[in-house]
T-cell receptor
Framework: GESVGLHLPTLSVQEGDNSIINCAYSNSASDYFIWYKQESGKGPQFIIDIRSNMDKRQGQRVTVLLNKTVKHLSLQIAATQPGDSAVYFCADRDRHPHAGGTSYGKLTFGQGTILTVHP | NAGVTQTPKFRVLKTGQSMTLLCAQDMNHEYMYWYRQDPGMGLRLIHYSVGEGTTAKGEVPDGYNVSRLKKQNFLLGLESAAPSQTSVYFC????????????FGPGTRLTVT
């Protein structure tokens, strides 16, 4: 079946460095790609999304890059801080059947990457 | 606003026991979801609800039942718990059906022995 997977399960960086978290997806019928952050003991929290017809989207200290040719998604965090330590999930949403989707609206989550920021 | 709350936070059950997990949201969201989170498998949708009185099956519904008698509450029931249901359960809500911006509760860690 379709799946969203992550290349690396863990990532350790020094405070102040930039972090890049990668994600591979397989569903060509996804209309949105989303990143969630999950801090220890808490539920996932929406960070940022990117529509499938875009290549790049920037937020506050975060940038999402989408490469549809190789079905790859990345989350870049600038000047990583200890508070960024968490598990990061990518997810994709299946598009409407009229647009080629098979499970309209369904979110498929990746397995997660653990980001650890060392002071 | 409390957002999405879940009770209980932790629970240990013996095989065959039953229990109900309660989810409540104060954001007036129409749509609510129950997910389970297992190591290395991400979040998987169990059941969801598009409004008061309506529920539907998600990706992994077997062994679970749900009810949405009030708009703000979404209950997840396990009639006869099995060790395979050991997991962390998350409730979420959103303005729109399968909105990619979902608001999650803090989770319930369930262990079935």
């Amino acid at each position: 079946g379709e799946s969203v997977g992550l290349h690396l399960p863990t990532l350790s960086v020094q405070e102040g460095d930039n972090s890049i978290i990668n994600c591979a997806y397989s569903n060509s019928a996804s209309d949105y790609f989303i990143w969630y952050k999950q801090e220890s003991g808490k539920g996932p929290q929406f960070i940022i999304d990117i529509r499938s017809n875009m290549d790049k989207r920037q937020g506050q200290r975060v940038t999402v890059l989408l490469n549809k040719t190789v079905k790859h998604l990345s989350l870049q965090i600038a000047a990583t801080q200890p508070g960024d330590s968490a598990v990061y999930f990518c997810a994709d949403r299946d598009r409407h059947p009229h647009a080629g989707g098979t499970s309209y609206g369904k979110l498929t989550f990746g397995q997660g990457t653990i980001l650890t920021v060392h002071p | 606003n409390a957002g999405v709350t879940q009770t209980p936070k932790f629970r240990v059950l013996k095989t065959g026991q039953s229990m109900t997990l309660l989810c409540a949201q104060d954001m007036n969201h129409e749509y609510m979801y129950w997910y389970r989170q297992d190591p290395g498998m991400g979040l998987r949708l169990i059941h969801y609800s598009v409004g008061e009185g309506t529920t539907a099956k998600g990706e992994v519904p077997d062994g679970y039942n749900v009810s949405r008698l009030k708009k703000q509450n979404f209950l997840l029931g396990l009639e006869s718990a099995a060790p395979s249901q050991t997991s962390v359960y998350f409730c979420a809500s959103s303005y729109a059906r399968f909105s990619y911006e979902q608001y999650f509760g803090p989770g319930t860690r369930l262990t079935v022995t």
